[in-house]
């Protein structure tokens, strides 16, 4: 693979921010986007900018047919046979509210997801439980993320209606067994929902294999646009829902006072389709295709093992999840002792042009259960090279430099950050979730004792 060819493909990356371009450590939110893509998008608009479906001239047969090859691509490329295996949505939260509120619920039935589940997949079965009587199951992952199956039966054997779990963390990088959750799931008569969102974007997934029932992902987080999402369904699942909504497109015919839902994916797709969206979508995966998914893996993974080498020995880095980065390619996650996350996030993108996440990454539970004020997360991409890496290490190790051991972020870790540029993040921040995350923690500081419980199961 060819990074530095790769690289000139990605428009963000060569817009200088002051001197240098961004080394952009933050795919995990949203991924870069390579020129195919945007002009992919801008083909439509400016080519042939019709709705599919509805009127007969030239753009709208032409739109019909690429949306209707993106549906198909992404089958293909999630290991499904049948292209009605893909309904289009704005996004993985969307695509799990549709199973959510699609599913016809009895009171009592259970849901089992794990206690590391983005608000995505936690808070949609929490107004179940409000609503309709619906029973949360909580599945205790181990200190580093991974997963037993035999705690995994103790819950299926109280009779689970489904099961909704992470494929990849957006925590950690760790993934969960597909297959054997799978299986494990069916035996006892559960469906099974993986939220894809992270995994999708590194590493080829089969899921008619698999067998799994429901899997939801994100464009944006796969070279795509925003907007664009997908469930992919087992056709036999699919047709269990309940279109969360329905209108125009979604009928094969209506009169005033009834209506016939179209076949499944259709009747899932209401009123005028994101378009450019999906075949934006399509041009990612294409893009995706062509570099190779061992390619994207090997990169990942060797910028994570040079960045993990570099922290072995520090002991206020502490890092979330596994140690081996082979079970993380594509995360590197950590609390520093005595800083605050927001602060060396600033600090890194201010004084290293790298960019990062900080705060609880939406998995507030995860940091609630354990007192902990957030994480810092650095996420790699098939973009990132061995400067980005190093620029990383550099600006951690400045920051650590700076901050003396046992300080108290928000004095000298400030410091180091330019005043005018705290208060305008601060400020920007303060109706994000970022700054929920902040206003919700206790203590300011992530000290070896509270970080080594970061890792913990609570
Ligand atoms: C694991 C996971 N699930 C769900 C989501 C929500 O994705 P979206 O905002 O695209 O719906 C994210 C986004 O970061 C995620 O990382």
Same mark, same amino acid.
């Given at each position: 693979?060819?990074?530095?060819?790769?690289?000139?493909?990605?428009?963000?990356?060569?817009?200088?921010?002051?001197?240098?371009?961004?080394a952009?450590?933050?795919?995990a939110?949203?991924?870069?986007?390579p020129r195919?893509?945007?002009d992919?998008?801008?083909?439509?608009?400016?080519?042939?900018p019709g709705?599919?479906?509805?009127?007969?001239?030239?753009?709208?047969?032409?739109?019909?047919?690429?949306f209707?090859?993106?549906?198909?691509?992404?089958?293909?490329f999630?290991?499904?046979?049948?292209?009605?295996?893909?309904?289009?949505?704005?996004?993985?939260?969307?695509?799990?509210?549709?199973?959510g509120?699609?599913?016809?619920?009895?009171?009592?039935?259970?849901?089992?997801?794990?206690?590391?589940?983005?608000?995505?997949?936690?808070?949609?079965?929490?107004?179940?439980? $409000?609503?309709?009587? %619906?029973?949360? @199951?909580?599945?205790?992952? !181990? &200190?580093?993320? /991974?997963?037993?199956?035999? =705690?995994?039966d103790?819950?299926?054997?109280?009779?689970?209606?489904l099961?909704?779990?992470?494929h990849?963390?957006n925590?950690?990088?760790r993934s969960?067994?597909?297959?054997?959750?799978?299986?494990?799931g069916?035996?006892?008569?559960?469906l099974?929902?993986?939220?894809?969102?992270?995994?999708?974007?590194?590493?080829?997934?089969?899921?008619?294999?698999?067998?799994?029932?429901?899997?939801?992902?994100?464009?944006?987080?796969?070279?795509g646009?925003?907007?664009?999402?997908?469930?992919?369904?087992?056709?036999?699942?699919l047709?269990?829902? $309940?279109?969360?909504? %329905?209108?125009? @497109?979604?009928?094969?015919? !209506? &009169?005033?006072? /009834?209506?016939?839902?179209? =076949?499944a994916?259709?009747r899932?797709?209401?009123?005028?389709?994101?378009?450019a969206?999906?075949?934006?979508?399509?041009?990612?995966?294409?893009?995706?295709?062509r570099?190779?998914?061992?390619?994207?893996?090997?990169?990942?993974?060797r910028?994570?093992?040079?960045?993990?080498?570099?922290?072995?020995?520090?002991?206020?880095?502490?890092?979330?999840?596994?140690?081996?980065?082979?079970?993380?390619?594509?995360?590197?996650?950590?609390?520093l002792?005595?800083?605050?996350?927001?602060?060396?996030?600033?600090?890194l993108?201010?004084?290293?042009?790298?960019?990062?996440?900080?705060?609880?990454?939406?998995?507030?539970?995860?940091?609630?259960?354990?007192?902990?004020?957030g994480?810092?997360?650095?996420?790699?991409?098939?973009?990132?090279?061995?400067?980005?890496?190093?620029?990383?290490?550099a600006?951690?190790?400045e920051?650590?430099?700076?901050?003396p051991?046992?300080?108290?972020?928000?004095?000298?870790?400030?410091?180091?950050?330019?005043?005018?540029?705290?208060?305008?993040?601060?400020?920007?921040?303060?109706?994000s979730?970022?700054a929920?995350?902040?206003s919700?923690?206790?203590?300011?500081?992530?000290?070896?004792?509270?970080?080594?419980?970061?890792?913990?199961?609570?």
């Amino acid at each position: 693979m060819n990074v530095g060819r790769i690289r000139s493909e990605f428009p963000a990356l060569s817009k200088a921010t002051g001197e240098r371009p961004p080394a952009y450590l933050d795919s995990a939110c949203m991924s870069l986007v390579p020129r195919p893509v945007l002009d992919a998008m801008t083909e439509y608009y400016r080519d042939y900018p019709g709705c599919a479906g509805r009127s007969l001239h030239r753009f709208a047969v032409e739109v019909g047919r690429r949306f209707e090859e993106s549906r198909e691509a992404f089958a293909r490329f999630l290991g499904r046979s049948d292209p009605r295996a893909t309904v289009f949505v704005r996004n993985a939260t969307e695509a799990i509210n549709l199973v959510g509120e699609g599913l016809s619920w009895r009171r009592g039935d259970r849901v089992l997801i794990s206690d590391r589940e983005h608000n995505s997949n936690l808070i949609v079965w929490q107004r179940l439980v $409000r609503e309709r009587g %619906v029973r949360l @199951e909580i599945l205790r992952l !181990s &200190d580093d993320g /991974s997963f037993d199956g035999e =705690e995994l039966d103790r819950h299926l054997a109280r009779g689970v209606r489904l099961v909704s779990l992470f494929h990849t963390s957006n925590l950690d990088g760790r993934s969960l067994p597909v297959r054997e959750i799978t299986e494990r799931g069916h035996d006892a008569g559960a469906l099974v929902l993986f939220d894809g969102c992270q995994a999708a974007p590194h590493a080829k997934v089969d899921l008619d294999r698999a067998g799994v029932d429901f899997y939801a992902v994100s464009a944006h987080k796969m070279l795509g646009p925003t907007g664009t999402g997908v469930l992919s369904a087992a056709p036999h699942a699919l047709d269990t829902l $309940r279109p969360l909504l %329905v209108g125009g @497109e979604t009928v094969v015919r !209506s &009169d005033l006072s /009834s209506h016939e839902l179209r =076949e499944a994916p259709y009747r899932f797709e209401a009123g005028l389709q994101n378009y450019a969206g999906a075949i934006g979508a399509k041009a990612a995966l294409d893009y995706l295709g062509r570099v190779g998914f061992d390619a994207v893996l090997a990169q990942e993974l060797r910028l994570n093992r040079r960045v993990t080498a570099a922290f072995e020995d520090e002991r206020r880095l502490e890092l979330l999840g596994p140690r081996d980065p082979a079970a993380r390619p594509s995360i590197f996650a950590f609390t520093l002792e005595g800083i605050d996350p927001a602060d060396a996030a600033l600090f890194l993108d201010e004084g290293h042009g790298v960019m990062v996440r900080s705060g609880m990454h939406c998995v507030h539970s995860f940091y609630a259960e354990r007192g902990l004020s957030g994480s810092v997360r650095a996420s790699l991409y098939l973009y990132n090279d061995t400067a980005d890496a190093d620029r990383l290490v550099a600006g951690l190790v400045e920051l650590l430099e700076r901050v003396p051991a046992r300080s108290v972020s928000g004095t000298s870790a400030a410091r180091t950050v330019s005043s005018a540029r705290r208060a305008t993040v601060r400020s920007r921040a303060a109706g994000s979730k970022g700054a929920a995350a902040r206003s919700a923690r206790p203590p300011r500081t992530a000290g070896p004792g509270r970080a080594a419980s970061a890792t913990g199961s609570g």
